[in-house]
């Protein structure tokens, strides 16, 4: 039995050691809730908060809206083959410039930007306007060349009033 007594005795030692006491659990499921709070409260910070500070708010405030600048109605025939019918394009837009300044900058090389429209626009084809796509190709196209005619200013964006192929 006293072996017996022994085998039980050791065997509560070895149970009481591996088992780590009440107040040792609380610290642990603590520092676990913690640790959770802090990598929380950090990602919250670098992640949703924006980066938005003081400045960038006033920065955004005193940002003027876009100027425009309308460019005169361009209508040319389309590039066919022999013996197809002819068709036209008409095509109504509007420059997006960044500040009113740039209007009285821009206005000197207008007759250089309506050649460029018409240039560019007789070459293409109407196969090249099908879709949402052409029109996204022709909005850069024009954007690109009214940039190189007017360099060094810049604009931002060619925007279409109307674009009507008949």
Same mark, same amino acid.
């Given at each position: 039995?006293?072996?017996?007594?022994?085998?039980?005795?050791?065997?509560?030692?070895?149970a009481?050691?591996?088992?780590?006491?009440?107040?040792?659990?609380?610290? +642990?499921?603590?520092?676990?809730?913690?640790?959770?709070?802090? &990598?929380?409260? *950090?990602?919250?910070?670098?992640?949703?908060?924006?980066?938005?500070? /003081? #400045?960038?708010?006033?920065?955004?405030?005193?940002?003027?809206p876009? &100027?425009?600048?309308?460019?005169?109605?361009?209508?040319?025939?389309?590039?066919?083959?022999? /013996?197809?019918?002819? #068709?036209?394009?008409?095509?109504?837009? &509007?420059?997006?410039?960044?500040?009113?300044?740039?209007?009285?900058k821009?206005?000197?090389? +207008?007759?250089?930007?309506?050649? *460029?429209?018409?240039?560019? *626009?007789r070459?293409?084809?109407?196969?090249?306007?099908?879709?949402?796509?052409?029109?996204?190709? +022709?909005?850069?196209?024009?954007?690109?060349?009214?940039?190189?005619?007017?360099a060094?200013?810049?604009?931002?964006?060619?925007?279409?009033?109307?674009? &009507?192929?008949?």
């Amino acid at each position: 039995m006293a072996d017996e007594d022994q085998v039980v005795e050791g065997t509560e030692e070895v149970a009481a050691e591996a088992a780590p006491s009440g107040k040792r659990k609380i610290f +642990m499921i603590a520092g676990a809730v913690v640790l959770t709070l802090a &990598v929380s409260a *950090l990602g919250w910070y670098v992640f949703l908060r924006g980066g938005h500070d /003081g #400045q960038h708010a006033k920065e955004e405030a005193k940002a003027a809206p876009p &100027v425009f600048l309308d460019v005169p109605d361009v209508l040319v025939n389309l590039a066919s083959n022999p /013996g197809e019918r002819i #068709q036209y394009l008409k095509v109504k837009a &509007v420059l997006e410039l960044k500040e009113a300044p740039l209007v009285e900058k821009v206005k000197p090389a +207008m007759p250089r930007v309506t050649d *460029l429209f018409q240039t560019y *626009l007789r070459e293409l084809r109407a196969n090249d306007l099908n879709g949402s796509i052409g029109l996204f190709r +022709m909005k850069e196209e024009l954007t690109k060349r009214v940039n190189a005619a007017i360099a060094p200013e810049h604009v931002n964006a060619v925007l279409f009033k109307e674009v &009507v192929i008949q």
